[in-house]
C-alpha cells in the first residue's frame, strides 16, 4: 500500500482516481490546488504524487518545478494528468521534471498498472550488488539514493533518470533502443509508450550532466540504433 497525493480540481477526476487507486490498496490524500499540495508535502513525503497540469491557482508544471528544487521534495515520483486537447502539456510536464504522464480520458483504465510501475521501480533496489557505488564511463551512480556523481560533483536525479543512468550504465558500450527503454524502464508493452518520453528524459539528463548538452560525450546516439552510454 503507498500514501499517494492525488491532486486535480475536477470533482468527477478526483472521485474516479480515488475510486480506481483505493480498489488497488492504496491510501489517498485527495486535493483540488497547488496552494493545497504544496502545503500537504511539507509533511511527511508521499511516495508518490499524480498531479494534474491545469489547476485553478497554480499550474501543476509549477508545482513540479518547485518540488525539484527543494531537495526535500526533489525525488517525489510525478504522474501528469493531461488531456488530449493540449498535447503540448507533455512536453511541458516531462521538462518539468514529471517522470510519466497520463491522459485524464485513460484514467480508469491505465491509472493503477502506471502506479503499480512506478511503485516497483522506486522500491526495487537498482542493482543487485553489495557496493553502494557502481562506476561506468566516468560518472558515478549511487545504488540506494538517487545522485550521480561526476567531476568531484553530486548531481541530483530524479527516480526515472535514475533508473534510466543505471540501465544505460549495465549496457555501456552498447545501443539501446527508445522501445527497449520504454519497456524496461517505464513497464510500457511492446509498441505502446510515447517516444517522447525517452527523448525529452535523456535530454534533460544531458543538461545535467554534460558539459555541452548539444555535443554529448557521456550519453551519446547511435543512429538508428538508440542511446549509449560511454563505456
Same mark, same amino acid.
Given at each position: !500500500? ?41 509533511? /511527511?513525503? %508521499? ?6 497540469? !491545469? ?11 518547485? =518540488? #525539484?528544487?527543494? %531537495? ?6 510525478? *504522474? ?30 491505465? =491509472?493503477?498498472? #502506471?502506479? +503499480? ?25 549511487? *545504488?540506494? #539514493? ?8 553530486? *548531481?541530483? =536525479?530524479? /527516480? ?8 544505460? !550504465?549495465?549496457?555501456?558500450? #552498447?545501443?539501446?533502443?527508445?522501445? +527497449?527503454?520504454?519497456?524496461? *524502464?517505464?513497464?510500457?508493452? %511492446? ?13 534533460? @539528463? +544531458? ?10 560525450? @557521456? ?8 542511446? !549509449? @552510454?560511454?563505456?
Amino acid at each position: !500500500m503507498a500514501q499517494i497525493l492525488f491532486v486535480d480540481d475536477d470533482p468527477v477526476v478526483q472521485k474516479v482516481g480515488q475510486h480506481v487507486l483505493e480498489d488497488e490498496g492504496h491510501y489517498l490524500q485527495v486535493v483540488g490546488t497547488a496552494s493545497e499540495a504544496l502545503d500537504y508535502v511539507r509533511g /511527511p513525503l %508521499p511516495d508518490l504524487l499524480i498531479l494534474d497540469i !491545469m489547476l485553478p491557482d497554480l499550474s501543476g508544471l509549477d508545482v513540479c518545478r518547485r =518540488l #525539484r528544487a527543494d %531537495p526535500y521534495t526533489a525525488r517525489i515520483p510525478i *504522474i501528469f494528468l493531461t488531456s488530449r486537447s493540449r498535447p503540448r502539456d507533455v512536453a511541458e510536464g516531462l521538462d518539468a521534471g514529471g517522470d510519466d504522464y497520463l491522459n485524464k480520458e485513460s484514467i480508469s483504465v491505465e =491509472l493503477p498498472a #502506471r502506479v +503499480r510501475a512506478m511503485l516497483r521501480r522506486i522500491a526495487g533496489g537498482p542493482l543487485d550488488t553489495e557496493a553502494s557505488v557502481v562506476h561506468t564511463g566516468g560518472i558515478g551512480l549511487h *545504488i540506494s #539514493r538517487p545522485e550521480l556523481y561526476l567531476d568531484d560533483e553530486v *548531481i541530483f =536525479l530524479t /527516480p526515472v533518470e535514475h533508473r534510466i543512468v543505471h540501465y544505460l !550504465m549495465i549496457h555501456a558500450g #552498447r545501443p539501446v533502443s527508445t522501445d +527497449r527503454l520504454l519497456e524496461d *524502464i517505464w513497464e510500457y508493452p %511492446p509498441g505502446v509508450g510515447d517516444p517522447k518520453l525517452v527523448r525529452t528524459h535523456i535530454a534533460n @539528463l +544531458r543538461a545535467k550532466i554534460e558539459h555541452q548538452p548539444d555535443d554529448p560525450q @557521456l550519453i551519446i546516439n547511435v543512429r538508428g540504433r538508440g542511446y !549509449m @552510454l560511454r563505456a
